[in-house]
């Protein structure tokens, strides 16, 4: 019994190009120095003293800037390859962590929080390009599984030191956010030397064929689809910890707990689950279920009691959700995508998520402030309602395309 698990996991992980490893190594260490925009607003209010508007402004610049970046980013891979603009942006971003600490006016703040949001979200769409170089037909989902594992470790060891750091010292958290970036660049370098790269671009796609993703509409489409789901999830990330307190009245302790709890399922099952699926149907099934699951989760938590087996139960399903429904999306993209145009269609999909980024608050203190939390959630299951018909509806039309490869 026990040799067969260890032989689930083994298949599951391997396959996998060794380049495909390092591109998760680098953006792990990079994502695990995320604390800066996680308490830049309590850095804001706490440390320089500004209002809860003001500190909103701050947001949303970040925001601005991300969205700024994939789309630059996108351009710019396009034009001079993902590994250049990856070193690049990771070094710059890591200087501007340490010139943002020391910005103490709201002008400096802001200009200096947008500017590094944009080089750091660039660095997105040219690692997603490049770990869809390096995956394999048959395996390019679960590259893409391995990467967001790698991210999402990196969010728990962040998030979990960050705490640490900012209860002894805010200061700290731009130097080691901005550590990190640098750490990340010095790593790709190291264990993905520009020499070999450069050796390994060989052209892989038969066709010289180049299409715009912002011209392609049914990609335009998939993002439009997939932006409504993406505000479900994010809004769902960000109003949870206040939902299980305000009107749960559960502790932060288990709080904590059930933040932490997605993570780990995507740790452990992500991969696994990829490994049985993946090739079995179009993906696009897939994405249409899981989108359907987190609705149903939504749902549930207007009709259940508030109990903690229930708030485990919604947590998980909103997990298998994110799981059946993220790695398929990115491998869509990729399957649309050649060599020379990949830049862009990563970038629209970076873009689509710093969007729901900033719509959502905006989407979630409305609906709270007019319904409460249950309006909220109703609403949320009619997004992901209209959002997974769209999906079945593109895969009715398509029902034999595999990824609608042109």
């Known amino acids: 019994m026990f040799a067969s698990f260890i032989q689930l996991y083994k298949q599951a992980y391997s396959g996998l190009s060794r380049n495909s490893w390092y591109l998760s190594i680098v ?22 003293h500004f209002d809860m508007e003001h500190a909103g ?87 893409v599984s391995l990467n967001r594992l790698a991210i999402n470790l990196g969010w728990a060891v962040g998030g979990g030191l960050g705490g640490f750091i900012a209860a002894v010292d805010y200061h700290l958290l731009f130097w080691v956010d901005g550590g990190t970036n640098i750490l990340a660049a010095v790593l790709l370098m190291i ?78 099952v992500e991969m696994v689950l990829i490994h049985n699926l993946e090739g079995r149907r179009h993906g696009l099934v897939y994405i249409t279920g899981g989108i359907l699951l987190g609705g149903a989760g939504f749902v549930l938590i207007n009709l259940v009691p508030p109990t903690a087996v229930m708030a485990i139960l919604i947590v998980i399903i909103i997990t298998f959700s994110e799981m059946l429904t993220m790695p398929f999306m990115n491998a869509f993209w990729i399957g649309r995508s050649i060599h020379h145009n990949r830049g862009e269609y990563a970038a629209l999909y970076s873009m689509a998520w710093s969007s729901a980024q900033i719509v959502a608050p905006i989407i979630g203190g409305v609906m709270i402030a007019r319904g409460g939390f249950s309006l909220l959630w109703w609403m949320l299951a009619g997004l992901c309602l209209a959002s997974s018909a769209g999906f079945f509806l593109m895969y009715r039309a398509h029902p034999r395309e595999q990824e609608f490869a042109r």
């Open 27 to 48: 953006m792990m260490i990079n994502r695990s120095g995320t604390m800066v925009v996680a308490f830049m607003s309590v850095y804001c209010a706490k440390k320089l």
């Open 57 to 143: 402004y701050i947001m949303a610049l970040f925001g601005a800037g991300s969205i700024c970046g994939g789309f630059i980013g996108g351009k710019l891979t396009d034009n001079f390859g993902f590994y250049d603009l990856q070193v690049g942006a990771l070094v710059t971003g890591g200087l501007l962590f340490f010139v943002l600490g020391y910005q103490h006016t709201f002008l400096s703040l802001g200009i200096c929080a947008f500017v590094l949001s944009l080089c750091n979200e660039s660095v997105r769409p040219a690692n997603s390009a490049a770990v869809a170089h390096y995956s394999s037909d048959e395996n390019k989902t679960r590259s």
């Open 191 to 268: 264990l993905m030397p520009k020499a070999k790269i450069v050796k390994t671009m060989k052209a892989r796609d038969k066709s010289s064929f180049r299409i715009s993703a912002y011209r392609d509409r049914t990609y335009l489409l998939f993002i439009l689809l997939g932006t409504l789901f993406f505000v479900c999830f994010y809004e769902f990330m960000i109003m949870e910890p206040a939902f299980y307190k305000i009107d749960w009245h559960f502790s932060e302790r288990f709080i904590g707990f059930l933040l932490a709890l997605n993570g780990v399922i995507i740790a452990f």
